[in-house]
Every structure is written in C-alpha cells, then in structure tokens.
C-alpha cells in the first residue's frame, strides 16, 4: 500500500473512532444504549506517553477461570441492534441494513491491514484490548457485569471493525507479542490500547509497555 494510501486511511478511521466517542467514563459507568449517545473518551490523552508511563506495571496474571463467557457480547443496543451492529454501521460506508439490524452490505476499510471489505461476514469486531490480556491485566477481579461493560464499550477506543484475518493473527496478544502489519497505524492503535488501559485501570508487563512505547514513537 502506497505512502499517501497508507496515511489517509488512518486518517479515516482515526477520524471515525474519534468522533464516536464522547465524554470521560470509567468500568462503572452503564454501557450505551443506543448509537446516539455513546460515553466515553473523546480522544486519548494529551500526552500519551505520560499516560502510559502512569500505567502500573506488573507481571501478566495467569489465565486461570478464564472464559469468553466471562465477558458476554455482544450486548442488545436497542432497536433490533446489538454492539456489533452498532460498530459495523459506525465505521462503515453506504451500510445498508436488513430486519433486526441485519448488516447486509456496506464498505470497511480494516486499519490493521489495509484491506477494503465489503462483506459485513469477514469483518470481526475487535477488543483492541483483548479479553483474555484484560483478564491477566486485571479484569480477573472484576464482576461479570463489569466485565460485559468492557466487552461492549462503544464510547471509547475499545472496539473497531477490522478484518477477520487481521483479527484471528492477533488473537489474544498483546502489543509486545503482535502489532498491525499497517506500521502506518502503529501510532493510532498504541494511543488506543494506552488509553483503554487507562481508563480501565489495567496493567502493563515490561515487554508490553516497552512495545507501546516504541510505537508511541512513531507518532
């Protein structure tokens, strides 16, 4: 992908998940209702790096009790949507709906890859914050409607519609394990992790804060 392509779209989807979002909010605060009024961070912090420096360290939990399960998703946002939905007609363009919501086409640009889809069936919704790292990050302690509260964020920079590939290679990984093959997107997706962190109160191990911090760099 050329130089030029590469900057405009991140550009684009910097601008889309910037405008969906709204004003502060913590794990506590109730999960949006609808598209329309979404809660969250309007942007992430200032000063980056700062925010990632405040973050605490500390060594990767283990996995034990963990399940998807433990964070259900995706959440009924009114009007036949659930939080799925609700991202895919967000971040798209010309998304044409069905009954019940049913996302039937459209055109998404993945930010991780670069890739045009168009088919709502090869996009996944992914936690740039993965839900497994959020539960060796902290998540463990929380209660399960904490924890679907987190699975379902559409006010800050938790969820973003890329493509199912993309999605599948990172898994459950975090930054010092897997980064977006678009480096031109390093910058945008290492401000959405630390402000996730952030905002959730999560940790971070050595590797995966000298990982962010690298990108952060790129900025």
């Not at 993309?166 to 997107?185: E, F, T, V």
């Amino acid at each position: 992908m050329s130089g030029k392509r590469s900057a405009a779209v991140v550009s684009g989807v910097l601008a889309v998940l910037l405008a969906v979002a709204g004003c502060g909010t913590d794990v506590l605060s109730p999960t949006p209702t609808s598209a329309a009024a979404p809660t969250g961070p309007a942007a992430p912090g200032d000063d980056p790096a700062a925010q990632l420096a405040a973050l605490t360290v500390a060594p990767e939990g283990k996995m034990t009790g963990y399940s998807r399960d433990r964070f259900p998703h995706w959440s009924n946002q009114g009007g036949g949507c659930d939080t799925r939905d609700v991202v895919l007609q967000r971040q798209g363009a010309d998304v044409k709906t069905a009954d019940k919501c049913k996302i039937v086409s459209g055109s998404w640009t993945s930010a991780y890859d670069g890739a045009v889809v168009t088919d709502p069936g090869q996009l996944d919704i992914d936690h740039v914050v993965a839900l497994a790292e959020a539960w060796r990050s902290g998540a463990d302690k929380w209660t399960d409607e904490q924890r679907e509260k987190f699975a379902n964020d559409l006010g800050g920079l938790q969820l973003i519609a890329v493509s199912a590939t993309s999605n599948r290679a990172k898994g459950d990984q975090d930054a010092a394990k897997w980064k977006p093959p678009a480096q031109a997107y390093w910058c945008t997706y290492a401000r959405a992790v630390v402000s996730v962190k952030t905002i959730y109160s999560l940790t971070v191990d050595e590797a995966e804060r000298d990982a962010l911090g690298a990108m952060l760099k790129t900025c």
